[in-house]
Nanobody
Framework: QVQLVESGGGLVQAGGSLRLSCAAS????????MGWFRQAPGKEREFVAG????????RYADSVQGRFTISRDNAKNTVYLQMNSLKVEDTAVYYC??????????????????WGQGTQVTVSS
């Protein structure tokens, strides 16, 4: 049974930082793209960041470019999202996702076939 388990969410003041982790179990995703999405109340789930299997290529949503950094440790089957300079509008449930079919991360939800349960990130003003 494949599981993606996120951790590291919480409450932080604007301007602060958080680091999310996503640990995969049940299979290895070392040859696959992984990504982070988020969903704010009343909004669609949106792409935040993605990373290739090697970690050599990343892509980001314009809204987080320069503030967030995605990385991965294939030996630990874990992907991370370092979030700096957080803004109130970053408040959302953050989801980890894995694409079992491709090595390069897509930005569409349909590109990913495994999802975590989500972790809440709340940024206060």
């Amino acid at each position: 049974q494949v599981q993606l388990v996120e951790s590291g969410g919480g409450l932080v003041q604007a301007g602060g930082s958080l680091r999310l982790s996503c640990a995969a179990s049940g299979r290895t995703f070392s040859n696959n793209a992984m990504g982070w999405f988020r969903q704010a109340p009343g909004k669609e789930r949106e792409f935040v960041a993605g990373i290739t299997w090697s970690g050599g290529n990343t892509r980001y949503a314009d809204s987080v470019q320069g503030r967030f950094t995605i990385s991965r440790d294939n030996a630990k089957n874990t992907v991370y999202l370092q979030m700096n300079s957080l803004k109130v509008e970053d408040t959302a449930v953050y989801y980890c996702a894995a694409d079992s079919r491709r090595a390069f991360p897509g930005t569409a939800r349909a590109s990913y076939d495994y999802w975590g349960q989500g972790t809440q990130v709340t940024v206060s003003s």
